[in-house]
């Protein structure tokens, strides 16, 4: 059975997060521990989807869940710009006076943290293909949503929620106080610049005391973003439950958004990928009901990015779904040459077959870097 919600606040459990298979009669009992209700989900299985005739669709008008998203991201982008501009002004007025002003952040994040919960897929997307300006500064604003996207996947409320996504939008704070030189370095760090690089926490930390009046949440946030699971992290080798919560949301999410990001020294991967190398991570670096639960929250195949098909076609993808992560519904643009379609068409991939012995049979062969073939997301939802 698969249990999609509890009958007491998560933090009040040692399951941590929401959602998890319960598969002998001993997880039975840990649950009955704990609980006297629980939400079961009858929907969720790891059946394949049964064949289907295939359900492609003229894509001209979008389909509907196009359209909505389009009109949702549109809404999005001017608290995208405010929220932006919001770190812009902050980080300037760091750099020249040395005083972090937090909350002007804090005020900029509840409307993004009011857009992700309305619709998470949104702003998760508008990140994605609207990417400006230095690396400290975006990295900044991703990392917030991917942590309120999480956040909101395990069920926190508001509140929580504008703890999270300013306590991510301020993880990498204390880079500000290292030498550009040394954060842009293409090659390799030696041994003294990687122990100053590692020092961003500290300063982090202390600039973010300075401000005062901060949530104790935030400065977990800050203070643990680099321990892992295993203890393998730093500065002080926490591992297991050793990390608060919201340090292991911190991490995964830093994590995360630098493996999709261009940097000088590291190339971009594709979210999918970014994805599989944390599933890959999950119970040493990181806990593995973390990782499990961010998967959910972002999706492997998530609203924007770019796949690759058996059939050698290339498509955007344009929904989830919540059941079948793998099986999302995608608008196919290039052909199996890679030339561009004159006709757009929508497949919602649950609703087609994946058996390899199908002639009609339709599935994701990977997930493509932004920007493969040329292609630019953005001209499909910003236009």
């Not at 990181?286 to 609203?303: L, R, Y």
Request: charged share 25%.
């Amino acid at each position: 059975m698969y249990v999609s919600e509890l009958d007491r606040p998560w933090l009040e459990t040692p399951f941590l997060f929401q959602g998890f298979y319960v598969r002998s009669e001993d997880e039975v009992a840990a649950v009955r521990s704990h609980c006297q209700q629980i939400v079961i989900d009858t929907l969720v299985d790891d059946e394949p989807p049964k064949a289907a005739t295939p359900a492609a669709r003229p894509a001209r008008p979008p389909a509907e869940a196009m359209r909505e998203l389009k009109d949702e991201i549109k809404q999005a982008t001017g608290i995208h710009v405010a929220v932006y501009a919001s770190i812009e002004d902050v980080m300037g007025e760091l750099k020249s006076s040395g005083k972090l002003n937090v909350h002007k952040l804090e005020a900029a994040v509840l409307p993004m943290v009011d857009s992700v919960l309305r619709n998470p897929a949104a702003m998760s997307c508008l990140m994605r293909i609207r990417r400006k300006g230095g690396y400290l500064y975006s990295h900044s604003l991703a990392s917030s949503v991917w942590a309120t996207a999480l956040g909101r996947e395990i069920g926190l409320d508001r509140d929580a929620l504008r703890v999270v996504a300013l306590g991510a939008m301020l993880l990498d704070v204390g880079k500000i106080r290292i030498p550009g030189k040394i954060l842009d370095k293409p090659g390799k760090l030696d041994a003294a610049e990687i122990a100053l690089v590692r020092r961003h926490v500290e300063f982090g930390l202390d600039l973010v005391r300075e401000a005062g009046d901060v949530d104790p949440r935030v400065l977990d946030m800050v203070a643990h973003h680099h321990e892992r699971h295993n203890g393998s992290g730093y500065p002080k080798g926490l591992k297991g439950s050793e990390i608060p919560v919201y340090g292991r949301i911190a991490g995964i999410v830093d994590t995360y958004d630098a493996m999709i990001t261009s940097r000088p020294y590291a190339s971009t991967q594709s979210s999918y990928g970014a994805l599989r190398q944390l599933r890959a991570l999950a119970g040493t670096e990181f806990q593995s009901e973390v990782v499990d639960q961010f998967t959910q929250a972002i999706g492997m195949f998530p609203t924007g990015t770019l796949v690759l098909l058996n059939t050698g076609e290339v498509a955007v993808v344009t929904a989830q779904s919540r059941i079948r992560r793998l099986r999302p519904e995608v608008m196919i643009i290039l052909d199996a040459d890679k030339q561009p379609l004159a006709d757009y068409r929508v497949v919602d991939l649950n609703q087609v077959s994946a058996t390899a012995d199908d002639q009609a049979s339709l599935w994701i062969e990977s997930g493509l870097e932004p920007g493969a073939y040329g292609v630019d997301p953005a001209e499909y939802y910003l236009n």
